[in-house]
């Protein structure tokens, strides 16, 4: 060990050092205790040695200077003095020294006091070695939080939560948690909602949702349903997650124009419709397994539909709300959550649960997240803003800048989602790609149109009914899952004329056709029919709209770059 030596008396000093050094150790001497601080300073030694009774400073008043200067870390020393007094011994005992050996030196009494200081400087450098390690792995703990809270904010889109249609509440039960909550709206104005809930908390929970994100604005924002993002999110969680992790999962799809909710769920607890009196007028019972438990073959993206009026409300949420328990373990549960609901007005509901929670739960930490999501049900939360539409003039010469055609059977109906996959082609066309929101509720229009009046033969006059909009979906499905034959041919065209840009979109089917003329005027006559509106938009967002005599054909024509005067061709 290196010792700082300090003694005024040089005989004392010289058989000190020549029994430390005899002992293996450096020795650094000093006979003046005003220059010892110094050297200390710059010397650092392991342990200090020293006289008592010395001019300028003593023993004592040096000890205490030493240890404070080598705070917080330990600084042994070791007093010589030819005095053998119990009092003094113990005054430098109370002074900080860590041992007390007289004079002459004895070898044998120094080198056991030596080697009990040198075991407990180990002892300490091994404990200070501890403590660095500690403190780096949780700068990287720190550090891996760091990073995780920038990805996830990253991909959480979260202005998307402040939707007008949106009340949420997301507590997590740790730094970090499992539960998740997102919202986007398709390029036709339909919300679609997110709420997943990762097994477990903090980080790893946390880990447990991130494959979903990803998939969940990308396909909402190219206009696929549902279904399909179920079925992308189901395979993501498999691919990434090691076996044996999963993810409950709600999606939900609110349609406020044609005032329905459609909802997948898959391990999370039922989700509630509300009346206006806060009443629960429906639940979800359809209930999946959570994503990543089975294969693409075995997966179900069944989704359960129910009416959605400008009364109601939409309630998801996590088992985390229902099972937060107070000091007595007594969980809050369903029945308080409806309670809550009914008892606060509708913009309060997600307030009045919260304060109910607090209530209930008192001082006890919830053990798992909570997470939360309300949607009000108002029709002008699906407003669309459709281009000013000019009046068609006399058909010119037209310059053709591209076309293409997509002609589908009954297979093809039933398994793919033909919107987005259209939307998503013709978004690779620059003059095309800034009026996704009007290209998206024309095709979705067109399409549906052909498929449920052209191949399905659907009423739409079942819509009447209070609860008409679900059976007419029920029906939708039924009839499309047993689909043998019918063709549906999409054709997209843009060209140029008098200086604009245009994009003609036919849609035929191989049905008998409907009386377009009758479903028209009807759903003009009376704004208030549930169906009619769809075309009605239809025609308002296009230059021109046909159907051709008996309603298996319909051409519409939309402005890309109408042309400064207006013109506008004919279909």
Not at 54 to 76: C, H, K, N, Y
Not at 277 to 290: M, N, Y
Not at 375 to 396: F, I, K, M, S, T
Request: proline fraction near 5%; aromatic fraction near 6%; glycine fraction near 8%.
């Amino acid at each position: 060990m290196k010792i700082l030596l300090v003694d005024d008396n040089p005989d004392d000093r010289r058989l000190a050092r020549h029994e430390l050094m005899r002992l293996g150790h450096d020795v650094v001497d000093v006979d003046d205790a005003t220059r010892v601080l110094a050297l200390f300073e710059r010397e650092r030694p392991d342990v200090v040695v020293t006289d008592i009774a010395m001019a300028g400073m003593d023993g004592f008043t040096l000890t205490r200077e030493v240890q404070r200067r080598a705070a917080p870390r330990w600084q042994p020393v070791l007093f010589l003095s030819g005095q053998r007094d119990d009092a003094l011994r113990a005054q430098a005992i109370r002074a900080g020294a860590d041992g007390y050996v007289t004079k002459p030196v004895s070898a044998p009494l120094l080198d056991a006091s030596l080697k009990l200081v040198e075991r407990l400087l180990a002892a300490q450098r091994g404990e200070r070695e501890r403590g660095d390690e500690l403190a780096k792995c949780q700068a990287a703990a720190e550090e891996e939080r760091r990073v995780a809270a920038h990805l996830l904010r990253r991909l959480v889109i979260a202005d998307k939560l402040d939707d007008p249609a949106l009340c949420h509440w997301l507590s997590a039960a740790a730094v970090f948690g499992g539960d998740l909550i997102a919202a986007a709206r398709t390029p036709g104005r339909t919300l679609h909602v997110l709420l997943a809930d990762g097994p477990g908390r903090g980080l790893a929970a946390a880990v447990n949702v991130l494959p979903i994100i990803a998939p969940f604005y990308r396909m909402t924002e190219k206009g696929f349903g549902i279904d399909a993002i179920v079925r992308e999110m189901n395979a993501k969680v498999r691919q990434f997650l090691p076996a044996g992790r999963f993810v409950a999962a709600t999606v939900a799809a609110i349609d406020f124009r044609e005032a329905y909710v459609r909802l997948w769920n898959g391990g999370n607890p039922a989700p509630l419709l509300l009346s206006a009196a806060g009443e629960v007028e429906a639940t979800f019972a359809l209930r999946h397994l959570p994503l990543g438990v089975l294969v693409e073959g075995e997966f179900e993206a069944t989704t359960e539909t129910h009416a959605f009026g400008a009364e109601r409300q939409l309630v998801i949420y996590s088992d985390g709300l229902i099972e937060a328990e107070n000091a007595a373990g007594e969980p809050f549960g369903g029945e308080r959550l409806k309670a809550a609901l009914a008892g606060a007005a509708p913009p309060a509901r997600v307030a009045g649960t919260i304060a109910a929670v607090a209530a209930h739960c008192g001082a006890a930490a919830t053990a798992d997240d909570v997470a939360m999501i309300l949607v009000r049900g108002q029709p002008e939360l699906a407003a669309v803003d459709p281009p000013q539409a000019a009046a068609p003039l006399v058909a010119a010469t037209e310059q053709r800048c591209w076309r293409f055609s997509l002609r589908l059977g009954a297979r093809e109906l039933r398994t793919l989602d033909v919107v987005p996959l259209l939307l998503g082609l013709v978004g690779q066309f620059e003059g095309a790609r800034h009026c996704a929101g009007e290209l998206f509720v024309v095709l979705s229009e067109l399409f549906n149109n052909a498929l449920d009046h052209g191949l399905l033969l659907l009423d739409s006059r079942q819509k009447l009914d209070p609860e008409g909009m679900e059976r007419f979906l029920r029906e939708r499905e039924a009839r499309l899952a047993l689909l043998g034959a019918g063709e549906i041919e999409l054709e997209l065209e843009q060209f140029e004329h008098a200086g604009g840009a245009w994009l003609r979109i036919v849609c035929r089917d191989t049905g008998p056709g409907f009386a377009h003329a009758a479903l028209e005027r009807s759903a003009a006559a009376d704004g208030d029919l549930p169906f009619g509106r769809g075309l009605a938009l239809v025609r308002a967002m296009s230059s021109s709209f046909e159907f051709n005599d008996i309603g298996n054909a319909a051409t519409v024509v939309l402005a890309l770059k109408p042309t400064a005067a207006g013109a506008n061709p004919d279909i």
